[in-house]
Nanobody, 124 residues
Framework: QVQLVESGGGLVQAGGSLRLSCAASGLTVSSYAMGWFRQAPGKEREFVASFTRYGDRAYYADSVKGRFAISKDNAKNTVYLQMNMLKPEDTAVYYC?????????????????WGQGTQVTVSS
């Protein structure tokens, strides 16, 4: 049984930082396209960042480039999202995702597996 468990969300002031973690079980993060999506109230789920499957190249949404960094620790089977210079518009529930294809995940905003989500709130 696959489980993706996010942690690290919380309340932070604008300009602050948070680090999200996604601990995976039942799959190996090195064999899937691992990424992060977010969904703000009243908005559709949107892509934030992801690795390609089997690769170490990372892709980012334009809105977070230069501020967010995705990383992974294969030994811990965990994916991270370091979020710096946070803005109020970054407020959302952040979801960890695992898929067979990075391109499909971004295009369809659908993944093979999702975590339960973690709330990130940025105050102004």
């Amino acid at each position: 049984q696959v489980q993706l468990v996010e942690s690290g969300g919380g309340l932070v002031q604008a300009g602050g930082s948070l680090r999200l973690s996604c601990a995976a079980s039942g799959l190996t993060v090195s064999s899937y396209a691992m990424g992060w999506f977010r969904q703000a109230p009243g908005k559709e789920r949107e892509f934030v960042a992801s690795f390609t499957r089997y690769g170490d190249r990372a892709y980012y949404a334009d809105s977070v480039k230069g501020r967010f960094a995705i990383s992974k620790d294969n030994a811990k089977n965990t994916v991270y999202l370091q979020m710096n210079m946070l803005k109020p518009e970054d407020t959302a529930v952040y979801y960890c995702a695992a898929g067979i294809s990075y391109y499909s995940m971004v295009a369809t905003r659908k993944a093979d597996y999702w975590g339960q989500g973690t709330q990130v709130t940025v105050s102004s």
